[in-house]
Structures are given as structure tokens and as C-alpha cells.
């Protein structure tokens, strides 16, 4: 094997991966560990600078196994300290991803496709259609890149503190290489972020909520935005396969599998379609008594759209009429808007793009991640 193409790719693996990848090839399972802590703590990618591996080893991963990385095309830097970097994906295709400093954390906006086929109405990336979905290595890669780039905290600990899966695409249409991020992210062997700091944001794909919810303990928001199936139909189309009624009881069902989980809902204020008392008070019927909080966000608007932000008097407002009726609710702060890096503002670069029609076809943990490849309903 003489070039990095047709090499393995560690990057991405997940650590009960990367162990059976040693021990098949006769190798102690400590030697995953070993580059583990390599890659993911110390941020080398070479194998001859793994000291502690034997020289037969370093050897024999040299000429098998690559970690590669996704390239950066550019970075942007935001008046508020927000930072946006353009990952190259292949075919003139980029994702985005984002860091959002504040005081005592750091968080990562990290993207798992590249576009989405889900078509929010509100949403940017949906307004680019969906190619590809990402591989673990080009999710996990941004991470890498990140915590690597990123000048560390006087206390001398990575300044990315929380990662949230918020970026390009839906996170659960690819399932099958999310995960193992998720794992790389919360292991002690890896990152070793606690669960409560990796947050996976899905649409609501409720076969693979309910899957994820034995498969990986992480904190998990759901993007809501409407308080009735028919409005909700127009701004999420998914909706039209999972109706709210569905979507709730698997995230109830989540939340009770794991100890004081909540689940957080996400509400982009959209002046005079989603904004009123009225649907204040259905948010409320829906969500009361439930393990659940409300995180409303401001519309960040994009070329071509035809949505209006609400007023700061009508998100306040709405707030205050969920906060008097028992439900937790916060307001996002918009951040990074100047390099369009706010939320639902990032775009990529996506060409060859697909559409994958609601009805018959929808996506599910199948995915190949190959352009144009439709998969079977969940």
C-alpha cells in the first residue's frame, strides 16, 4: 500500500475500533489506547513520533494506516470572538464549522453532512440541498483541527469545552459515522468531554432517536419550531413522516433512559409565523410537566429567504409567557452573525446536490454516505 488513499484511516475510529483493528493484526489492544492518547490528546498525526510504540509497529502503521485530516480552505474571525472555519470535502464541495467562545466555555458547532436533505424552510444549509454525508475521520477532523488551532485556556485545558452537533446536515440521517464521534468525544481515552457537554441536535428521525438512546448516553435537542403539526409541516417537512405526537414520546422515551436527562427544544422565533402568545401557550400544553426546556433563537436571516426575525419585544414576551406557565426557557445570543456563522446561517459549499423526497424514501442509519444514493425508509 504506497499511497494514503488506499491506507486505513484511523482518524474516526471508535476506540472498540480501533482496538479490534490491532488485535487483528497481532497486536497487543493497549496499542489502541496508546494512539488514542496520540492523536486525540497530544494532536499528532505522524507515527514515528509515538515514541512509546515499538519500531516494528511504527513500521508496519506507516506502510498500512494514515490519519488524515480534512483540509481547512480558510478561517473567519468574527468582531465577537466567533471563529468559522471552510472544511474541504472533495468535488469542490465545504463544510462549516464553528466555535463560539463565552466566559467559563468554549463551544464547537461541528457539521456531519455535507447540505441536508431535510429542507427546513428557515435553514440555510437546507437551502443547499445535500450531497454526501461526512465520514467519522471529516467529523471528528474538526474537533481535531479546533482544539489543535485554538489557544488554550490559562488553566492550560483545550478552549473547546462543549461540542454540540448543530452544524451542516442532520446529524441522525448519518447515523452509522456520528457515533463513533460521540464515543471518541465523551471517552476518557480521547477527549474525555462529560455527556452532558456533547449535544446531538436532530430534526426528528424517531426510529434513530429511539436507537441512539441505547447506543450513547449524550444530551440531545430537538429542532421543534412550531407547536402544531400543520405549521410545523411547512417549516420541517420530516414532520410529515414523524408528527409531533411521535417525535415526543420517543424524546420522553430518551430522557428516561438516562438519570436527570432533559431534553431541549429549539425554537427559531420567525416574526408573525411562529411568534404569537397563542403558540406560547401551545409550546407550553405540549412541553409542561415533561424533562424538557425550550431554547428560543432568533432568526438569523440568509440570501433568499422571505422569514423575518422577531422583534427582542415579542421573543421577550413569548419567553416570559412560557417562564410564567412552568417551562424553562432561554434566548440564544446571536453570535458570529458578521461571518455569517449564526444559527441556521451556514452554508458551505455544496454542488451535485440531491434531493431525497419525503414519503416513500427518508433516511435512515443505512446511509452509504456516497453522493446520490437514496435509502430506504426507516
Avoid at 19 to 31: N, S, T
Avoid at 50 to 61: C, F, G, H, Q
Avoid at 207 to 227: M, Q, R, T, Y
Avoid at 299 to 328: C, E, H, M, W
Wanted: proline content about 4%; some cysteine; hydrophobic content about 40%.
Amino acid at each position: 500500500m504506497s499511497s494514503i488513499e488506499t491506507k486505513t484511516n484511523l482518524l474516526g475510529l471508535s476506540p472498540d475500533e480501533l482496538e479490534q483493528y490491532f488485535v487483528a493484526r497481532g497486536e497487543k489492544p493497549f496499542r489502541a489506547r496508546q494512539v488514542l492518547h496520540w492523536i486525540y490528546r497530544r494532536g499528532i498525526t505522524c507515527f514515528d513520533d509515538m515514541t512509546d510504540l515499538s519500531k516494528a509497529t511504527r513500521e508496519w502503521l506507516n506502510a498500512e494506516a494514515a490519519i488524515t485530516l480534512p483540509d481547512v480552505q480558510s478561517r473567519h474571525d468574527s468582531s465577537d470572538g466567533t471563529v468559522k472555519w471552510l472544511f474541504a470535502s472533495g468535488q469542490g464541495q465545504a463544510i462549516e464549522t464553528v466555535f463560539i467562545p463565552e466566559s467559563g466555555r468554549g463551544t464547537l458547532c461541528i457539521s456531519s453532512q455535507v447540505g441536508c436533505a431535510l429542507d427546513c424552510a428557515f435553514c440555510a444549509t437546507g437551502a443547499q440541498g445535500f450531497n454526501r454525508n461526512l465520514s467519522s475521520g471529516e467529523i471528528v477532523g474538526q474537533v481535531w483541527h479546533a482544539v489543535r488551532e485554538l489557544p488554550r485556556r490559562d488553566t492550560g485545558d483545550s478552549a473547546v469545552t462543549n461540542v454540540v452537533f448543530m452544524g451542516m446536515g442532520e446529524p441522525l440521517a448519518n447515523y452509522r459515522n456520528v457515533v463513533p464521534v460521540l464515543e471518541l468525544l465523551v471517552s476518557d481515552l480521547a477527549y474525555g468531554l462529560s455527556r452532558r457537554r456533547v449535544t446531538l441536535s436532530t430534526s426528528g428521525i424517531v426510529p434513530l432517536i429511539e436507537k441512539l438512546g441505547d447506543a450513547c448516553n449524550v444530551s440531545l435537542a430537538v429542532s421543534l419550531h412550531a407547536p402544531n403539526d400543520d405549521l410545523r409541516n411547512e417549516l420541517v417537512p420530516v414532520n410529515k413522516l414523524h408528527p409531533i405526537s411521535t417525535l415526543l414520546d420517543a424524546c420522553w422515551d430518551y430522557a428516561a433512559k438516562h438519570a436527570n436527562r432533559f431534553i431541549t427544544f429549539e425554537y427559531v422565533m420567525l416574526r408573525g409565523v411562529n411568534d404569537s402568545l397563542a403558540h406560547a401557550d401551545q409550546l407550553v400544553d405540549l412541553l409542561n410537566g415533561r424533562p424538557a426546556k425550550v431554547n428560543l433563537i432568533p432568526f438569523n436571516p440568509f440570501p433568499g429567504t422571505r422569514f423575518k426575525r422577531s422583534s427582542a419585544d415579542t421573543i421577550r414576551y413569548f419567553q416570559d409567557r412560557l417562564r410564567q406557565r412552568g417551562l424553562v426557557a432561554t434566548t440564544r445570543k446571536t453570535r458570529g452573525d458578521d461571518i455569517d456563522a449564526a444559527c441556521g446561517q451556514l452554508a458551505g459549499r455544496v454542488s451535485d446536490r440531491v434531493r431525497i423526497p419525503l414519503g416513500k424514501k427518508s433516511i435512515s442509519d443505512k446511509t452509504s454516505g456516497k453522493a446520490k444514493t437514496r435509502v430506504a425508509s426507516v
